[in-house]
């Protein structure tokens, strides 16, 4: 399983698994289907008003498809969602609207014009899994592991906290996703013990003690856990 460092906007480095080109083709297909049908039940409804060729629908359908639902959809379309795969950037920032404007601009020479064998070429032989459109946007696709499909209210039980003090109230100032940057740095560490996890372990301990103004005590597990539970009960 080929993987990738992402130092994300928190100053910490996360190694990521890529999304196999199994894995991808497999979500186009199903992106496929599920245009189809879409496109086929809004042009039997239109058709009965009017008459007209049934590729108006499918062809621009499929364009704003890709881009509507990665760009609303922290870059995941109903193909890429039910595979777990995900869009990020390279440089760890979130993609916006004009990167995902590019990946599904350069669809039509990687995957359509090419049946996807360009894409294929690509993925494969870049060291990041990037196709055409993900160059040009420095995006690729990664697998989510389990922490990125719970929101933190289902991470920790809510009734189990409703006489818990916080230990860190300044913990609120943190934004949901960085506590799940958080739960995903301590799950990818629990997981992969290796050296990258253990330094991106340290330097996220160390932003977390510079934004907060505290210093962690010896156990680091505990704290992170401590922070995710204060954070969860304070704003639940």
């Known amino acids: 399983m080929r993987k990738i460092n992402i130092t994300t906007t928190q100053n910490v480095t996360i190694e990521y698994e890529l999304a196999t080109v199994m894995e991808r083709t497999l979500s186009a297909i199903l992106d496929i289907v599920f245009i189809y049908v879409g496109s086929l039940i809004l042009y039997g409804i239109l058709s009965i008003f009017v008459s007209f060729n049934y590729l ?4 621009p359908g499929s364009f704003f498809y890709h881009l509507l639902m990665e760009s609303l959809n922290h870059g995941q379309s109903l193909g890429k969602k039910i595979f777990k795969i995900r869009v990020v950037k390279i440089n760890g920032e979130r993609p916006g609207f004009f990167d995902f404007m590019m990946r599904t601009t350069f669809r039509l020479i990687d995957i ?3 049946l996807g064998s360009l894409a294929m070429i690509t993925i494969s032989s870049s ?3 990037q196709r055409l459109g993900d160059f040009l946007a420095d995006t690729t696709i990664i697998r989510l592991i389990n922490v990125n499909r ?6 920790l039980s809510i009734d189990a906290l409703k006489s818990y003090n916080p230990v860190y109230p300044d913990v609120i100032k943190f934004k949901e996703e960085e506590m799940l940057l958080i739960k995903e740095t301590l799950e990818r560490y629990k997981k992969y013990p290796n050296n990258n996890h253990i330094v991106a372990l340290q330097n996220l301990i160390k932003k977390i003690e510079g934004q907060l103004n505290v210093v962690a ?6 704290f992170l856990n401590t922070l995710i539970r204060d954070y969860v009960s304070l704003t639940r």
């Open 56 to 59: 108006v629908i499918s062809i």
């Open 112 to 114: 359509t014009m090419t």
């Open 127 to 129: 060291e990041k899994g």
């Open 150 to 155: 719970f929101s933190l209210s289902q991470l």
């Open 217 to 222: 005590p010896r156990d680091k597990i505990q």
